[in-house]
Nanobody, 128 residues
Framework: QVQLVESGGGLVQAGDSLRLSCAAS????????MGWFRQAPGKEREFVAA????????YYADSVKGRFTISRDNYKNTVDLQMNNLKPEDTAVYYCAAHASPRAFGGSVYDGRRYGYWGQGTQVTVSS
């Protein structure tokens, strides 16, 4: 069983920054791609960012490219999402997820259905 616990959400103003963190336990963390997804009220869950198993490749949604940075520490079993220049449209519950397949990369990291484990989510609210 894999446990993912997010932290770092909160209420900020437009233009501010937040750093989300996800702590993983329960399996060999370093073998799996990790992703961040978000879901706003009344909207479907959407991909935000992902990072390959070794940190060598990162992937971003167009809406966050240049503002958000995903990183991982395979010694600490953590994956972080640094969010800068936040906008009201970034308001959502943010979820950390672990890919179901070892060493996945490329197109599959964008698809939430390819992730096998999810955290409970952390709320990010950006006021204008």
């Amino acid at each position: 069983q894999v446990q993912l616990v997010e932290s770092g959400g909160g209420l900020v103003q437009a233009g501010d920054s937040l750093r989300l963190s996800c702590a993983a336990s329960g399996r060999t963390f370093s073998n799996y791609a990790m992703g961040w997804f978000r879901q706003a009220p009344g909207k479907e869950r959407e991909f935000v960012a992902a990072i390959s198993w070794n940190g060598g490749s990162t992937y971003y949604a167009d809406s966050v490219k240049g503002r958000f940075t995903i990183s991982r520490d395979n010694y600490k079993n953590t994956v972080d999402l640094q969010m800068n220049n936040l906008k009201p449209e970034d308001t959502a519950v943010y979820y950390c997820a672990a890919h179901a397949s070892p060493r996945a990369f490329g197109g599959s990291v964008y698809d939430g259905r390819r992730y096998g484990y999810w955290g409970q989510g952390t709320q990010v609210t950006v006021s204008s």
